[in-house]
């Protein structure tokens, strides 16, 4: 079983930055592909990022690109989100994901994460 814990989120100006961190525990965390996904009121969950098991592969977002880092620390089992210059439209609930794929292509759907966690709330004013 595996364990993802989500932190860091919370209110922010739009403009401002916040880091969203993500703890893993159950497995061997450098085994496996992380993903960020979030989901905003009354729309469906969208890809954010996500960072191959080795980190030689990431993958963004369209809405998201040249604002938002992923990374990884497999010797603290920790993915983390570096997000910059925020909008509005980035206020959503924010999750990670473990996924056991090894192809790269595949991290953006949502179908080939095996487990997710509890989601961190991200709130960006105008």
């Known amino acids: 079983q595996v364990q993802l814990v989500e932190s860091g989120g919370g209110l922010v100006q739009a403009g401002g930055s916040l880091r969203l961190s993500c703890a893993a525990s159950?497995?061997?965390?450098?085994?496996?592909?992380m993903g960020w996904f979030r989901q905003a009121p009354g729309k469906g969950r969208e890809f954010v990022a996500a960072i191959a098991w080795n980190g030689a592969s990431i993958i963004y977002g369209d809405s998201v690109k040249g604002r938002f880092l992923i990374s990884r620390d497999n010797a603290k089992n920790t993915v983390s989100l570096q997000m910059n210059s925020l909008k509005p439209e980035d206020t959503a609930v924010y999750y990670c994901a473990l996924s056991r794929t090894r192809v790269s292509s595949l991290l953006t759907s949502g179908e080939v994460y095996a487990y997710w966690g509890q989601g961190t709330q991200v709130t960006v004013s105008s």
């Open positions: 159950g497995r061997t965390f450098n085994d496996y592909a």
